[in-house]
């Protein structure tokens, strides 16, 4: 296969990374943000929204990922790896510092902003090569230094699944009655990542957390497992787990489902009877149409259509290894046929939808709304008012946690009042 026709036939596999070739941006299929940032790469672009967006929850801060920005070319997928990967060290180097002081909250969080350096560094590596199992390995041991050099009341578990294991963390809550919120993340997401993008803001508002990687996410890809079409599977395993382990109550579970993690979502909320809500940002019941619509973008660019960057070719390879198949053929194949039934589904359902987002992911979240039959449901929609217009809230991820958070309270305020 050719360059150019990998750009084509790869664009199917490339789940939620851009398509070059494609129409202009308010036409893009898997369009992820309507707004340019600092970037002109549009992978690269979302990705550096990212890491800001960690910022207030113990991330990098503005001044930190602005400098490493700096150091990056725009669209060369190594260079960022290196950038993001050496200001890691920085960071860890600076927590060892202040750790031999005894500050030890200071070195807790400068500790985390390794780990948030480590994470983006992998995001446009090989995957599954050495650089990347390199850097997930310091993001991993960076990111549990860290929970206990600031004292969160976190429990690291595995969730037995396939004869191998599930990794996540629950983080409990003072109150003991306290609901659980599951996050379940999507194509680019770890659990560690997800406690940054809405986990700490979600517990600090009275819930305990949980945040589990399923198949395909984070590096179970390393471990054989790979993203699967029924996912209320090893949503239903982590579920039992969460019973079991943590006395998570049924009935008092709410679960919250980004990007992906929509699909996954609205599988779950017509299989799992023991979830009291959920909230999918965005409700994406049939992902194997924007993995069409990406390919018929790409033809439609041409053969004079620019050649992809190499961060774009790294997200389309990514995605083929973390669903488990070696051409965009079988990814095409295994993913067409998965749906999420909108007539199952009659627990509370919050659907959130960013304006800037894919116009694929804009109409599935619209007719989904419409289609379930919760009798108490609400769609919320965000312009680029809002800040929080972007893909799973990305430039703005309070309003998320807000919105969810917000739906939440009154659920379950309606359920203790019988």
Not at 229 to 245: F, G, K, M, S, Y
Not at 330 to 356: E, I, K, M, N
Request: hydrophobic share 45%.
């Amino acid at each position: 296969m050719n360059r150019r026709s990998f750009v084509i036939a790869g664009s199917a596999a490339a789940g939620t990374a851009t398509v070059a070739a494609a129409a202009g941006p308010a036409q893009r299929p898997d369009q992820r943000l309507a707004t340019r940032y600092r970037f002109d790469d549009p992978n690269m672009d979302l990705f550096f929204m990212s890491a800001l967006s960690w910022g207030p929850a113990g991330g990098l801060d503005i001044g930190q990922a602005y400098h490493v920005a700096s150091t990056i070319v725009d669209g060369d997928a190594d260079s960022w790896v290196r950038s993001f990967g050496a200001y890691g060290e920085v960071q860890d180097a600076q927590a060892d510092a202040w750790g031999r002081r005894g500050w030890r909250r200071a070195a807790g969080e400068a500790r985390l902003k390794a780990f948030a350096s480590y994470r983006s560094a992998w995001q446009f590596a090989e995957p599954g090569g050495e650089a990347f199992m390199r850097l997930y390995r310091r993001h991993q041991q960076a990111f549990a230094t860290a929970v206990g050099e600031l004292a969160w009341p976190a429990t690291l578990f595995q969730v037995p699944y396939g004869g191998k294991a599930l990794p996540g963390m629950f983080v409990r809550n003072a109150a003991a009655d306290a609901p659980v919120v599951l996050l379940i993340g999507g194509a680019d997401t770890c659990f560690e990542d997800l406690f940054l993008s809405y986990g700490r803001a979600v517990w600090e508002r009275g819930y305990a957390v949980a945040i589990v990687d399923l198949p395909g996410q984070g590096n179970t890809a390393a471990e054989g497992l790979y993203w699967e079409t029924e996912p209320e599977r090893p949503i239903a395993a982590v579920v039992d787990t969460l019973v079991q382990r943590f006395g998570a109550r049924p009935g008092r579970i709410a679960l919250v489902g980004l990007s992906l993690g929509g699909y996954f979502a609205t599988r779950a909320a017509g299989f799992e009877t023991r979830l009291a809500t959920v909230v999918a940002s965005t409700p994406f019941p049939a992902p194997g149409e924007l993995f069409g619509a990406s390919v018929r973008a790409a033809q439609a660019g041409g053969a004079g259509a620019a050649a992809p960057s190499s961060a774009t070719l790294r997200s389309w390879q990514t995605s083929l290894w973390k669903a488990g198949v070696a051409t965009p053929q079988a990814f095409l194949a295994r993913w067409q046929p998965a749906r999420a039934d909108a007539a199952r589904v009659t627990l509370p359902f919050l659907s959130v939808l960013g304006g800037g987002d894919s116009p694929v992911f804009a109409a599935q979240a619209r007719a989904w709304h419409e289609q379930i039959r919760s009798a108490r449901k609400d769609f919320v929609f965000l312009d680029a008012a809002t800040g929080a217009d972007g893909h799973c809230q990305v430039n703005a991820r309070l309003r998320l946690v807000q919105e969810a958070c917000g739906w939440m309270d009154e659920v379950f305020a309606a359920q203790a009042r019988g």
